[in-house]
């Protein structure tokens, strides 16, 4: 069945980095667009980034452009958010999706992996 699972969340201060991964199975990413999403406490879970099935174009929410960035490796079936000068604001839970087509298409999201930005 398809799975989705992040990793590489964690405590990090203001300034710092992490990627995060997104290991995918029971499907084929090559062949789908991949997303990551964020949702922070109270808030509605919102767009962070988007990459298409090639590798060839790339979505940011405004907000991250220039920070972030979304790439993938159709080899590992992985795909990776590199966050960069993070944020407090940036404090979310990070999740992986992407829409897949088994006779009907649905979303399918990972189980979200948080990040914490604090001193």
């Known amino acids: 069945q398809v799975q989705l699972v992040e990793s590489g969340g964690g405590l990090v201060q203001p ?6 991964s997104c290991a995918a199975s029971g499907f084929n ?34 907000s991250l452009k220039g920070r972030f960035t979304i790439s993938r490796d159709n080899a590992k079936n992985t795909v990776y958010l590199q966050m960069n000068s993070l944020k407090p604001e940036d404090t979310a839970v990070y999740y992986c999706s992407a829409i897949v087509s088994r006779g009907v298409a649905r979303r399918y999201w990972g189980q979200g992996t948080q990040v914490t930005v604090s001193s």
């Open 15 to 20: 300034g710092g980095s992490l990627r995060l």
């Open 29 to 62: 990413i090559s062949n789908y667009a991949m997303s990551w999403y964020r949702q922070a406490p109270g808030k509605e879970r919102e767009l962070v980034a988007r990459i298409t099935s090639a590798g060839g174009s790339t979505n940011y929410a405004d």
